[in-house]
């Protein structure tokens, strides 16, 4: 019987690998925007920063890019492969699983699982669409979570040992100070990470990390000085993206009363990728799951949300066109203007928040700087594409005994199937369902 458990995992895993490279070879585009994203932006970037390293970074904003210019210089310079688009494209698919084989190892010290079990679950990133897609185009979000895997692979030898060098620390600022300078909202884990050691009261941890986050901070205000800003504004051309994105993205699309109007959004992106976990959890331990407190905290969310609706409040999520996540998109398929199941899935999922960040004072840290994410003007599934399950994986506190979960082999199959039906399902509605909806908001008629 273990031979066969042991054989079909092989099989899976072979079976995502080969999806993965058939993935590059057809020139898959899952997430819509991805081959646009990098003709538009990402390329010439690095064409520019080849050509001339200082006029480019004074003048990065008018790239349009929506990430901070690390990517484009370690590529630019330190990438053999950057002279043709698909041999680029090619040697970042290869970098982006890198993040499988890291984050790996981080699950096998945190949960003592074995080689197989351990890759198993990261081999998840191989079927996710938007990692997939940033992968196969060459973008720059897959580097960013590569850092910040790194980053967290050292927090947690500081989190579970006393004894902690300074290299140690140097390395968890250093990587998550790169994935900051790669990806700007991945800023989350310094701001966690300072506030965690000032909560548990680490202060040898926090001399050490301050003095290194202010020195690998000197290029972020370097840049600062030099654009005028915390952000380069520039304008994108209209013929790329049209006249919408081209005159607001970049003049008004971070600020922070966006957090509340996203907030729902962000609770069902949340819910959406713990949805195998907390199944496979129910099946194999139903009766310490759900508790009656949870029924009434349900209740009570669920009524304000729709109290909420009935006063107009979430008017705007049924014209939500750009982002939203699965679950809104869904809704706005089967049920159109009737938002009752996607705040009742909202409501859950709000529910599953507040039951980790009442766990320990860390998780609500954790969960707290994760807000960052709702800054922008409109949310996208993709900002939270592997996040989620990299942080749920390896910075969140349990209440449950996990490691007991994580090794049942049930639950690595309901993990597997249930995100192989995602990348199937995302395969359908880009490809036969709505496949130029991204197309005809950002170009209206």
């Not at 680029?88 to 003592?112: H, P, T």
């Not at 020195?215 to 205000?221: D, M, N, Q, S, W």
């Not at 939270?384 to 349990?398: G, K, Q």
């Not at 249930?418 to 880009?430: D, E, G, L």
Request: aromatic share 22%.
């Amino acid at each position: 019987m273990i031979y066969k458990v042991t054989l079909f995992k092989l099989f899976l895993l072979f079976f995502i690998i080969f999806t993965y490279v058939v993935g590059f070879l057809f020139r898959e585009n899952l997430a819509g925007g991805a081959e646009r994203d990098f003709l538009a932006f990402t390329w010439p970037a690095i064409l520019s920063f080849k050509k001339n390293f200082f006029l480019t970074l004074q003048n990065y904003g008018q790239f349009g890019e929506g990430s901070t210019p690390l990517f484009h210089i370690l590529n630019a310079y330190l990438n053999p492969f950057s002279s043709n688009q698909i041999i680029f494209q090619g040697s970042i698919a290869f970098i982006s699983l890198l993040n499988v084989l890291f984050f790996s190892q981080i699950l096998k010290e945190k949960f003592r699982l074995n080689g197989l079990d351990a890759v198993t679950y990261s081999s998840i990133f191989l079927i996710l669409p938007f990692f997939r897609s940033s992968a196969f185009w060459g973008l720059t979000e897959n580097l960013g979570w590569l850092f910040l895997i790194l980053a967290i692979k050292y927090y947690n030898k500081i989190e579970y040992n006393k004894k902690i060098s300074a290299l140690t620390i140097f390395l968890v600022c250093f990587f998550s100070s790169f994935a900051l300078y790669t990806r700007p909202y991945l800023i989350f884990f310094p701001i966690f990470f300072i506030i965690y050691l000032m909560f548990y009261k680490r202060a040898e941890i926090l001399k050490y990390a301050s003095l290194f986050y202010l020195i690998l901070a000197l290029p972020g205000f370097y840049l600062i000085f030099l654009w005028g800003g915390i952000f380069k504004l520039g304008s994108v051309d209209p013929s790329l993206y049209g006249p919408n994105i081209a005159q607001t993205s970049l003049t008004d699309y971070h600020n922070p009363k966006f957090i509340l109007k996203n907030i729902v959004i962000f609770s069902s992106i949340f819910l959406f990728y713990l949805i195998p976990f907390k199944l496979s959890q129910y099946y194999l331990s139903r009766n310490e799951l759900v508790k009656k407190k949870d029924y009434l905290i349900f209740l009570l969310i669920f009524a304000v949300l729709i109290f909420l609706s009935f006063i107009n409040i979430f008017d705007y999520l049924n014209n939500e066109k750009l982002g939203g996540g699965a679950f809104l998109r869904l809704n706005q398929l089967i049920f159109k203007d009737s938002l009752i199941p996607f705040l009742f899935l909202c409501s859950l999922g709000l529910l599953l928040i507040y039951k980790y960040a009442t766990i320990s004072k860390k998780n609500l840290i954790l969960i707290s700087s994760l807000l960052i994410f709702c800054l922008p003007k409109f949310i996208l599934q993709e900002y939270f594409e592997p996040l989620i399950i990299i942080i749920f994986l390896s910075l969140l506190d349990y209440e449950e005994n996990y490691i007991k979960l994580l090794k049942n082999d049930k639950t690595q199959f309901i993990c597997l199937l249930y995100f192989i039906a995602y990348f199937f399902s995302s395969f359908v509605y880009r490809n036969y369902i709505n496949p130029l909806d991204l197309y005809y908001y950002l170009n209206p008629i």
